[in-house]
């Protein structure tokens, strides 16, 4: 083999530290990484004055706290008591500054596409987990969505919280990973296998058809961005028949259940919410008393990019 066979078998691309082959690079973003999540573990809620407008200080605060943590748990005290009509345009103007697309085609998209998670019985929610009071398990948004429509951030809004429960907990995807490939770096390489895990089609009641949805739980983006699509639901779902999978699936199963030092609970208040690159998440169930209904009210608006600047 003559030297220029051997230069065209190099790769071009620069390595960075999602490569499991460049493990120093690694080692230090790891360590700045868990650095400013130690940082921001105690972080008090960032308070906007005007949801619909944060002024400067406000929109760098937000920022700082998703760049650092993939999250940033906010209260707008105005929104805490206006009428929904009009926290959900004040959530459409939030999110336009931090420069997020909004995912329009979800089902349940109602007014400016924000989306009312409430308990429902209206046709094409009832029987849905969100629209129910039950307890959700942990998952990132859009698991099943096709690759070109994937989620990459989203904003949670308490307008009305429960009378009891409907805690949520959030972990930033990036901390899931680290404890993954700390562990077993083989657990990555097996997360990021374009058919880790596969999401049957699913058709509705009232005739929607979903394709199956197969992909890796991992993925990094063009601008070297962790996805993570993940479901912990055991029903419908189909993980990769091979070993480092189910052993991978496990782990990160377990860490969800028993929690990790950076895992933050919440159970937001009126005018509280939370906005993230798509973390880990999920919700504890919600006023159980059988003989009364919930009033507890969040909105949700998904979009198809990450907070501006993160
Ligand atoms: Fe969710």
Not at 125 to 153: E, F
Not at 268 to 294: M, V, W, Y
Request: proline fraction near 5%.
């Amino acid at each position: 083999m003559n030297n220029n066979t051997k230069t065209a078998h190099i790769s071009t691309k620069t390595p960075n530290h999602w490569d499991l082959d460049a493990p120093k690079i690694y080692a230090r973003w790891r360590e700045n990484k868990l650095r400013q999540s130690q940082e921001m573990a105690n972080a008090e809620s960032l308070v906007i004055r005007d949801l619909a407008k944060p002024d400067e200080n406000e929109m760098r605060a937000l920022i700082e706290s998703c760049a650092k943590t993939n999250m940033a748990l906010y209260e707008a005290p105005n929104a805490a008591d206006q009428h929904p009509d009009d926290t959900r345009l004040a959530l459409r103007s939030f999110s336009e500054q931090m420069d997020l697309k909004i995912a329009e085609d979800h089902r349940s998209a109602g007014k400016n596409g924000v989306v009312a998670l409430t308990v429902s019985q209206a046709p094409s929610q009832r029987g849905y987990l969100p629209y129910s009071q039950r307890p959700m398990n942990w998952h990132t948004d859009g698991y099943y969505n096709a690759p070109d429509q994937q989620i990459r951030a989203m904003v949670l809004h308490c307008v009305n919280p429960a009378r009891s429960g409907g805690q949520n907990q959030f972990l930033d995807c990036e901390i899931a990973y680290i404890r993954l490939r700390d562990h077993n770096p083989a657990f990555i390489h097996a997360l990021m296998h374009p058919q880790a895990m596969t999401i049957p089609e699913n058709k509705t009641d009232d005739g929607e058809f979903r394709p199956a949805s197969i992909g890796p739980v991992f993925s990094v983006d063009k601008n070297n961005h962790l996805a993570m699509r993940y479901t912990a639901r055991t029903r419908s779902i189909a993980w990769r028949q091979d070993e480092d999978t189910q052993a991978a699936v496990r782990f990160l199963q377990n860490l969800l259940e028993n929690g990790d030092p950076f895992t933050k609970t919440a159970t937001l208040k009126a005018g509280q919410g939370i906005l993230c690159n798509n973390s880990l998440h999920n919700r504890t169930g919600f006023d159980p008393e059988k003989d009364r209904s919930s009033d507890r009210l969040m909105f949700r608006i998904r979009f198809h990019n990450r907070v501006k600047g993160t």
